[in-house]
């Protein structure tokens, strides 16, 4: 569906972007360090370490098969010893596997850990947004609710609108779940994710 592909777009653009530019990703900040040598030797050692981290994370993450527990397992001890965004990124294509595998606690604790590792806000948004679906599967719509909040970013109003407006039908808030759907129809979003959710409108009650 549309509302996935965008989500799923968004997160190619993101593992894109980073393989490129992994010596941005590392956390940190050089102290103590005046003379040029001494900085020319951190920023080698910074691209290096960054080169490393980013062919770990490409290997663990491509060798995950759901039907053999030492590749999940592999990516989950990656994502946990690197608190950065190829952590996060991790975690994200774990909780994926956890989700198909019908695993929501583990998924969840997968995306949680993510959204604290990244400070890449489109990441986080992408992040937040999985994580308010497998909430929503776990049917726990307050919460979903709750996870909403912490999407920020532009271009996310009509899948926001769209989880949303299923966590409120799922507590029978068939009139907030209208207004949901409305306003992301009403978004500057695709016109065939606007379709789609006023053709939830339309089959609403009443």
Same mark, same amino acid.
């Not at 569906?1 to 965008?6: A, R, V």
């Not at 777009?9 to 992994?22: C, D, I």
């Not at 604290?116 to 937040?128: G, R």
């Given at each position: /569906?549309?509302?996935? !592909?965008?989500? #799923? ?5 993101? @593992?894109?972007? +980073?393989?490129?530019? &992994?010596?941005?990703? /590392?956390?940190?900040?050089?102290? &103590?360090? &005046?003379?040029?040598? &001494? ?19 490409? %290997?663990? *993450?491509?060798?995950?098969?759901? !039907? ?9 001890? +990656? ?23 019908? $695993? ?15 400070? #890449? ?13 497998? $909430?929503?599967?776990? %049917?726990?719509? #307050?919460?979903?609710? %709750?996870?909403?909040?912490?999407? @920020?970013?532009?271009?996310? *109003?009509?899948?926001?609108? #769209? ?10 808030? *068939? $009139? ?6 409305? %306003? ?7 016109? *065939?994710? @606007?379709? /789609? ?10």
């Amino acid at each position: /569906m549309e509302i996935y !592909s965008n989500e #799923d777009r968004q997160v190619s653009a993101l @593992k894109h972007f +980073f393989s490129q530019n &992994g010596k941005a990703l /590392m956390i940190g900040a050089v102290l &103590g360090v &005046g003379a040029l040598v &001494g900085w020319n030797y951190w920023n080698n050692l910074e691209d290096r370490s960054a080169r490393d981290t980013s062919a770990a994370y490409q %290997k663990v *993450t491509t060798a995950i098969n759901s !039907s053999q527990p030492a590749t999940l397992e592999a990516a989950a001890n +990656f994502a946990s010893a690197n608190n950065n965004t190829y952590g996060a990124l991790a975690a994200l294509d774990l909780a994926k596997h956890y989700v198909d595998a019908n $695993q929501l606690d583990k998924a969840a604790a997968q995306l949680q850990a993510g959204i604290k590792d990244t400070k #890449d806000e489109n990441l986080q948004a992408v992040l937040n947004l999985r994580l308010a679906r497998v $909430q929503l599967q776990q %049917k726990q719509p #307050d919460t979903v609710l %709750k996870t909403l909040e912490n999407v @920020k970013g532009e271009g996310w *109003t009509a899948i926001i609108a #769209d989880i949303r407006g299923e966590a409120l039908l799922s507590k029978g808030d *068939t $009139q907030g779940a209208r207004e949901a759907w409305e %306003k992301g129809s009403a978004s500057d979003a695709s016109s *065939t994710l @606007k379709e /789609m959710l006023q053709m939830k409108v339309n089959n609403l009650p009443g």
